[in-house]
């Protein structure tokens, strides 16, 4: 099986020495210090390193690879995470290699007729930070920058065993390597996962792949067909029956990203495996050219030489991320791995990176860490079960076939999109337009999910249970007495 090498961070993407200027949890830093294992180097392990460096720990990060990098694809950084990137110092960093998309569109595959729009130009204002469009390599990079003055980096380091009650972890060369505390963020394919359910979560196939590409843009500014896609940052969306195409403009809107969900036909689950872009072009040949929007898809395809593709796998909500020695815990995708329907992947682990880091800050004593990982699970496992359900429920909107369900799934965003057109023109005052299919344009939905903040969220937590059942020293006698 062919796979893609690393991809390079963009040049504006770099953060290097600006968390050594930056505090986190003002200024707190916990008083009992933790060795930390994290085991995983992605998105959800490097931003779990930084936080916990931030809070005061030790932290020792293990990576099986020989080298850093991430693969050829865009991701989205939603209100929900770019507040936490902001407040950790890279805002400016975001602004330069990212862009801000202006709204998302949903087309009809066959005509290209728009159904739905929900304009994204207010997202600051209505949730209190943007939204951004980022290669995923650039925001590697950031996270990667920010956790380096913590982290003591172990590359080639493949953990094969865990003693859960040490607790240690034992690397593919026999080493042993003894902390406090192991974080596995080790991904779908989860060795820590193993450790502390003592099974592997099953992996459930949706009958989805999808194919990944990336063009340059200066390839459609040339053509007055395809240049709106760049002048007007919209995030486009096609959906056709058992399958949909989203694309949006990365790196400052001089790459085009491309992503094509369509039937599986036996691809494998990896993020690096190669496609064939001939194959791709077949599989969405049924998009037919029926509009000028359609040959422009046509067109975008014809453009890509090579392309990812990625067998999507559902896996359902665990019942417990810690272990029963409270000296193991998951986060990220090796507790709760998302569809990309929703683009909330990255973003939980990031959430939940921030949410650990804020409550072991309070960690004055060793009787207090079981405590705060529960409350670490109690806060966390919810909202990502959650968003994976939405996750789920958008394959559905988006694949359905032609007939009476696709026309009322129409029907309905483009009532909800002329709702959102009259207020865009100051007609009418605010509508929920709760329940509406694009869940773009459902305010309830999208409060819940773009205004979250992980570290008020972790406060809250603190002062409401918290600082009552474990704060100060007095309280201490009456924990262990428990244990």
Known sequence: MATHEPVAAHRAASAEGISLHTQLYDGRKASHRLHVLVVGCGMGGLAAAHCLGQAGH???????????????????????????????GV???????????????????????????????????RYGSPYYHIHRADLHKLLFDLAVPYMDLRLKSSVVAVDPDAPSVTLAT???????????????????????????????????AVYRAII?????????????F??????????????????????AKKEFNIVLAHPDDGSVESWTAEGSADKMRADFAD?????????????????????LKWRLMDRQPLKKWIHPSYK???????????????????????E????????????????QLRGLLQAYEDLRLPRTAETQRQSRLNQKIFHLPDGPEQEARDAQMRAAMEIELKLLRGEGGEATLEGSPNQWADRKKNEAQFAYDADAEAERWWREVGERSLGGADKFESVLSKL
């Open 58 to 88: 030790k932290v020792t990060l293990f990576e099986s690879a020989a080298a850093i990098g991430e693969v050829g694809a865009g991701i989205q950084v939603t209100p929900n995470v770019s507040r936490l990137l902001r407040r950790w």
């Open 91 to 125: 805002g400016d960093a975001l602004e330069s290699v990212a862009v801000r998309p202006d709204a998302i569109v949903l087309r009809k595959y066959d005509t290209g007729e728009r159904v739905a729009y929900t304009s994204w130009a207010d997202m600051e204002r």
């Open 174 to 208: 026999g080493e042993v390597v003894h902390g406090d505390l192991i974080v596995g963020a080790d991904g779908i394919k989860s060795t820590i996962q193993r450790v502390v359910l003592g099974h592997t979560n099953p992996a459930e196939p949706t009958g989805d």
């Open 216 to 228: 340059p843009s200066h390839l459609l500014l040339k053509d007055p067909e395809l240049k709106g």
């Open 230 to 251: 760049i002048d007007i940052p919209e995030m486009t969306g096609w959906m056709g029956p058992g399958r949909h195409i989203m694309a949006y403009n990365i790196r």
């Open 287 to 307: 998009f037919e050219p029926r509009s000028a929007l359609l040959t422009s898809i046509r067109k975008l395809l014809s453009f890509v030489n090579s392309t």
């Open 328 to 350: 193991v815990i998951l986060l990220g995708d090796a507790c709760h791995p998302m569809l990309p329907y929703r683009a909330q992947g990255a973003a939980m682990a990031i």
């Open 352 to 367: 939940d990176a921030a949410v650990l880091g804020n409550l072991l800050s309070r960690l004055q004593h060793p009787a």
